[in-house]
């Protein structure tokens, strides 16, 4: 399975121990459903606060589930 | 008897005041002794009996306490398991524990239907809010020496065993824990750790003084960081990776800390660099809590503003010292042959007290190999110095400490052993900044068939719950292995840090 190389997508490779595993998650997949260990999500959001140099708020914190909701995130702090 | 009488101790003593809250609702002593005897009613009235076992496969809420309450006040087993943990392993820990029936959340219970015996409850639904409000009886009292929980631990045989904790450990470990470390009906503490692990009965012992326990659903460090302000937290009790994260949160220097009084750091040792800037940064005391599941709980504590202990200075490089033995836990160093060594000499790390549990479920032979002459075994190598203190060298056996969480390489092991292309299979412990350890799994492949990594990878996630998944799988030649054929590990360790140091 190949799915496109979105920045959620890419962001998630980057953190993972094994980085493809973020190849076989469909876009709107809950991530721990499919695998992917808690932990990796905390590196995750931390990331996404290093990158953008903001905390992240709970209704961020609640959207990081899935790719799609890692985008969102992203392309709204792109946003603002 | 313990756990029942906290609970209506509590409720009478001060009824109004809370007990326990989660992201979803708070519930104060009252309510949660009345709840809890509805629940144990309703059990009753399914016919639970005293002695059957209850498996509750849960995250972390609310309910998870509320039914460890509910089940021991009937004088039956609470049995919460890893709801991570992949169907097949809840079906072999269910063969071994034999439950009369499971509480699970809706998702859980859905991919567990019909492969579990018994009964089956959805945490939260309705028919369990039937159960918590429903008629009230009371129960005869358990004895101390009665299972009042059983934990389901890794293993070195790569099966999970079933830790049998009574509630006299549990009282155990209150008392140590209340004596040494001053709780308090004051105390508000956030515990993020998950309630299927050993450490709860910290979480235990903070109800038994009187205070108010906040279970927190799922870590991040972002919602840790407002719940201490928030709530106005005073304690809580971290793994050593979830305070390197806090203390990476961007929200942590604007976040009022000042309400807590300690931070409880445990399940594996702590950096020194990760201590001495949770020191400079966090505005309380840390203290070390050294402890194994089967030891009931903690064994040996360190508060951050205790003088700096006697130290080993015959050892170079020692480790930070884990603490001095919690008040009734009794701790040993001895060597092969079962003698007590003098300080400074590194042997197995032993212990004995009520808090040690009372065997392995339905285990005999590891339990006698565990408990010797009545002193746990803990498969800690290490020492006590002049004044007390425990030191952690190695590891008896090949456990990998992952964030807080066991793993035993034979569990990865049986796993890839199965998998098509694999002809030898070893795995270790990698150093790692943020889980301390991680597994990583070394494979000899098969000359016909060269199987890829992300496949074995899979294979894992399909049967190991994640944190157990390797990191990262090498395929080599050929397992160093003794004369006697055993795995030489730490060459593998050695070769793993070579390539690290090179890279």
Same mark, same amino acid.
């Given at each position: 399975m190949t799915n496109k190389l979105t920045p959620g997508r890419v962001l998630l490779m980057e953190v993972l121990d094994v980085p493809q595993l973020a190849d076989t998650i469909a876009d709107d997949a809950d991530l721990i459903l499919a695998g992917i260990n808690s932990g990796d999500l905390i590196r995750l959001g931390l990331r996404i606060e290093e990158q953008t140099d903001l905390p992240l708020t709970d209704d961020e914190l609640i959207e990081l589930q899935t790719v799609n909701g890692i985008d969102n995130v992203l392309a709204n702090r792109t946003r603002e | 008897m313990w756990i029942p009488h906290v609970v209506q101790r509590n409720a009478m003593i001060r009824p109004d005041a809370l007990a326990l809250r989660d992201a979803a609702r708070e519930l104060t002593w009252q309510q949660l002794n009345a709840r809890t005897d509805a629940i144990a009613t309703a059990l009753a009235a399914q016919g639970v009996v005293h002695g059957d076992r209850i498996m509750v496969v849960s995250g972390n809420r609310s309910e998870v306490l509320e039914l460890c309450i509910a089940i021991t006040k009937l004088g039956a087993v609470f049995c919460p398991m890893n709801p991570n943990n992949p169907v097949p392993e809840l079906e072999y820990i269910a063969s071994n524990i034999r439950p009369v029936g499971v509480f699970a959340e809706r998702g859980l219970l859905d991919a567990l239907a019909g492969r579990l015996p018994g009964w089956s409850v959805a945490v939260g639904e309705a028919r369990y809010e039937e159960m918590a409000q429903g008629e009230r009886r009371s129960h005869p009292l358990p004895a101390q020496g009665d299972a009042a929980v059983i934990f389901s631990t890794s293993a070195t045989t790569g099966r999970s065993k079933a830790v049998v904790v009574a509630h006299r450990s549990l009282m155990a470990c209150y008392v140590g824990m209340a004596a040494e470390t001053a709780l308090s009906r004051d105390? *508000?503490? !956030?515990?993020?750790?998950?309630?299927?692990?050993? &450490?709860?009965? /910290? #979480?235990?012992?903070?109800?038994?003084?009187? $205070?108010?326990?906040?279970?927190?659903?799922?870590?991040?460090?972002?919602?840790?960081l407002s719940d201490v302000a928030r709530l106005r937290a005073t304690r809580a009790f971290l793994t050593p990776s979830m305070i390197r994260f806090v203390l990476q949160a961007k929200s942590f220097d604007t976040t009022d800390l000042s309400s807590l009084r300690e931070v409880m750091h445990g399940g594996g040792p702590i950096s020194a660099d990760v201590l001495r800037e949770g020191l400079a940064r966090f505005p309380c005391r840390f203290r070390s809590v050294y402890g194994i599941t089967e030891g009931g709980g903690p064994i040996a504590l360190r508060a951050s503003d205790e003088p700096?202990?006697?130290?080993?200075?015959?050892?170079?490089?020692?480790?930070?010292?884990?603490?001095?033995?919690?008040?009734?836990?009794?701790? *040993?160093? !001895?060597?092969?042959?079962?003698?007590?060594?003098? &300080?400074?000499? /590194? #042997?197995?790390?032993?212990?004995?007290?009520? $808090?040690?549990?009372?065997?392995?479920w339905d285990n005999s032979e590891a339990t006698q190999r565990s408990v010797v002459d009545g002193w746990l075994h803990t498969g800690d190598l290490g020492c006590l110095d002049a004044s007390g203190y425990v030191y952690l060298i190695d590891r008896k056996n090949d456990l990998i400490i992952r964030g807080g969480q066991n793993v035993y390489p034979a569990e990865i092991e049986r796993v890839l052993r199965k998998q098509p292309g694999v002809s030898d299979v070893a795995a270790v412990g990698m150093a790692s900044r943020d889980w301390g350890e991680?597994?990583?799994?070394?494979?000899?492949?098969?000359?016909?068939?060269?199987?890829?990594?992300?496949?074995?990878?899979?294979?894992?996630?399909?049967?190991?719950?994640?944190?157990?998944?390797?990191?990262?799988?090498?395929?080599?030649?050929?397992?160093?292995?003794?004369?006697?054929?055993?795995?030489?590990?730490?060459?593998?360790?050695?070769?793993?840090?070579?390539?690290?140091?090179?890279?």
């Open positions: - | 105390d *508000v503490m !956030l515990n993020p750790c998950p309630l299927f692990h050993g &450490s709860m009965v /910290i #979480g235990l012992a903070l109800l038994a003084a009187g $205070g108010q326990l906040v279970i927190e659903r799922d870590f991040t460090p972002q919602r840790f700096e202990p006697a130290g080993l200075p015959h050892l170079k490089d020692p480790p930070l010292a884990a603490g001095r033995m919690m008040p009734g836990a009794h701790i *040993v160093v !001895l060597d092969d042959d079962g003698k007590i060594l003098p &300080s400074g000499q /590194i #042997g197995e790390i032993c212990v004995r007290g009520d $808090g040690v549990m009372e065997e392995y991680v597994p990583v799994a070394f494979v000899v492949p098969d000359a016909a068939q060269r199987p890829s990594e992300l496949a074995l990878v899979s294979s894992c996630s399909a049967e190991l719950a994640s944190y157990k998944r390797p990191v990262a799988v090498y395929l080599i030649e050929e397992i160093p292995r003794n004369a006697a054929g055993k795995v030489l590990r730490r060459v593998l360790r050695e070769r793993l840090a070579a390539s690290t140091t090179a890279s």
